[in-house]
């Protein structure tokens, strides 16, 4: 059991029990595995307290929301983090398209594939068509979506993300309109700093346990939340501190959690925002230097500094060296004499060192590593291609689409679907759709209540290649022509009815539209009206071929 320490002993060791060199051979050889779990130098003071996910975010949150809110207004930095995620994760809003077929349902797919081979929608489609333009109607009027009036449904998604980017919470309330056009549906959103923070109680029989304004069941679910009807920190609106006991089935608490202990969200700038608040304050310390450095500076080596003002100093005008207040003054004059001073004094001018000349190289460093952490690459979080490839650049963007399109897969399964499908029920209720009747809906409500959500795509860096490269992917069968429609913020079907209009309108006026690569090389042989070379008729050269054979 005491083997290793008698090895200390033995005569092997180099130094004798006592010293200080044996201390530390002994300490050696009771060391960790690992060297980051270590406790001698440089790691003897890194050693932090434990805390689970919740005990973590409740002993900093109040601080680090208050230092992210006033990063995200005051320094460039933050603020183009949460802009640059907001606009990759929701961009002009997630789009979301029914899509009412269930897997099993291939008969039904047959049967609406023959109704279009005739010329019309089949019922199915029909309704995916009537509740997609029912949503976008309703969504996009900011007096029906909103409770407040004031933002459409993309506008509220991209202030949503942004509040969980800050605070590490996106709250939105689903309320109930007493005036409303399609359906009694809204919603309103409140910021993280109106859950009263205040309530806490452990849980009891009878009694569920509440958590920083947030009531937990049993199993440790969410069933309420604790809000002030007015927010604590408005100065103007007069708070009064009201409170209500909102229902978790009326809110859409949008947060990543990290641990499994964790039921409180916490800032998405968490890591990084000490870095930017120092970019910051190095930044401002550059400017400074560089506007005092900027101002002509004289340093005059006097034997009597008396002399400044007396006229034994300066250039001599025959007038007051001194200003209205009484301040000494030193005029120069010009050539050939610009001064007067004594053998042994002298006059230096001081020679700037700014703006430093590595700051460029600092910054940088610092620049790539508040980007690593905050999710984005070097160059969408500076805008700064100087020095780099076509290759690099986008390798970068594809690296950072990696922790891109999950988090729109996120957003998409907590605030765009259960918003869609909250909708549906209410839209069908109410019987504003013309081609399921309430009754159908209810009996299939899974089917019916089956959407594609769809983040906004982005052209990397050539949109020609980019398009090349869709194209492809539709002939290879590796997408859809409904996913590329959606990454543009477009409707896969109106996209189609458009171009089929157009191509109608075309013909009336004998246009031919075409859209090739080649410049016609897709176009079919059509027969004019004088009968020359049709379709099925071989050219000149063809049929010189066919007779040589012959």
């Known amino acids: 059991m005491f083997g290793w320490l008698k090895s200390i002993f033995s005569p092997k060791s180099k130094h004798s029990p006592g010293s200080r060199d044996f201390a530390r051979e002994l300490l050696a050889q009771s060391w960790e595995a690992y060297r980051l779990a270590r406790r001698d130098r440089p790691r003897e003071h890194f050693q932090p307290q434990h805390f689970s996910g919740t005990s973590a975010a409740l002993s900093s ?15 460039a930095q933050a603020k183009r983090i949460n802009q640059a995620l907001v606009d ?22 047959v049967t609406e594939l023959e109704t279009l081979a005739v010329g019309q929608l089949g019922p199915r489609l029909a309704f995916a068509l009537e509740s997609d333009d029912l949503f976008d109607e309703w969504s996009s009027d900011p007096k029906q979506f909103d409770a407040e009036g004031r933002l459409s449904r993309p506008e509220v998604e991209r202030m949503l993300l942004g509040e969980c980017i800050q605070t590490g919470h996106g709250l939105l309330i689903r309320v109930r309109p007493k005036n409303y056009q399609l359906v009694p549906l809204a919603f309103q959103l409140i910021e993280a700093e109106q859950i009263d923070q205040s309530m806490d109680r452990a849980a009891r029989p009878g009694q569920n346990k509440i958590v920083a304004g947030r009531e937990y069941d049993a199993s440790n679910r969410v069933v309420a939340y604790h809000v002030y009807i007015d927010h604590p920190y408005d100065s103007y609106g007069g708070a009064a501190y009201r409170r209500e006991r909102i229902t978790a089935d009326r809110v859409i608490d949008l947060a990543v959690f990290h641990r499994p202990s964790a039921s409180i969200g916490v800032s998405w700038l968490d890591a990084i925002g000490q870095s930017v608040f120092d970019r910051d ?14 101002v002509f500076a004289l340093i005059y080596k006097l034997e009597d500094a008396e002399d400044i003002g007396s006229g034994g100093v300066g250039f001599e005008d025959g007038d007051d060296l001194s200003d209205e ?27 700037s060192a700014r703006p430093n000349q590595n700051a460029d190289k600092f910054m940088a460093l610092l620049d790539r590593d508040i980007a690593a952490g905050g999710g ?16 690099s650049t986008r390798a970068a963007k594809l690296d950072e689409d990696l922790h891109i399109l999950p988090l729109q897969q996120w957003f998409a399964t907590h605030v765009s679907l259960p918003v869609r499908r909250q909708f549906n029920t209410l839209a069908a209720a109410s019987g504003l759709f013309d081609n399921v009747r309430p009754s159908q809906f209810r009996r299939q409500r899974r089917t019916f209540q089956r ?25 290879s069968g590796l997408a859809t022509f409904k996913e590329k429609c959606a990454r543009r913020g477009k409707h896969w079907i109106r996209v189609l ?26 176009q079919p042989n059509r027969k004019d009206s004088e009968g020359e070379n049709g379709g099925n008729e071989p050219t000149p050269q063809e049929q010189e071929a066919d007779d040589a054979e012959e």
């Open 325 to 351: 207040y009484g301040n000494p003054e030193i005029k120069l004059g010009h050539s050939p004499i610009a001064s007067t001073i004594r053998p042994n004094e002298d006059v230096e001018i001081v020679n």
């Open 451 to 475: 959407f594609d959500a769809i983040g906004n795509g982005r052209e990397i860096l050539d949109p020609g290649a980019e398009t090349t490269a869709d194209i492809n992917q539709l002939r």
């Open 61 to 75: 949150v109040d601080m680090m929301t208050r230092r992210t809110r006033d990063l995200v207004r005051n320094t």
């Open 497 to 522: 009815m458009q171009r089929a209009i157009e191509a109608s309108v075309a013909g009336m006026f004998d246009v031919e539209l075409d859209y090739s690569l080649g410049g016609g090389a897709s």
């Open 281 to 294: 304050s190095y930044m401002d310390s550059e400017i400074r230097s560089a506007a005092l450095a900027a």
């Open 88 to 109: 990759l994760i929701v961009g002009t809003g997630m789009q979301t398209f029914s899509w009412p077929f269930g897997p099993a349902e291939l008969f039904q797919i």
């Open 376 to 391: 984005l690459s070097y160059y969408s979080l500076t805008g700064n291609y100087a020095n780099t490839s076509f290759s």
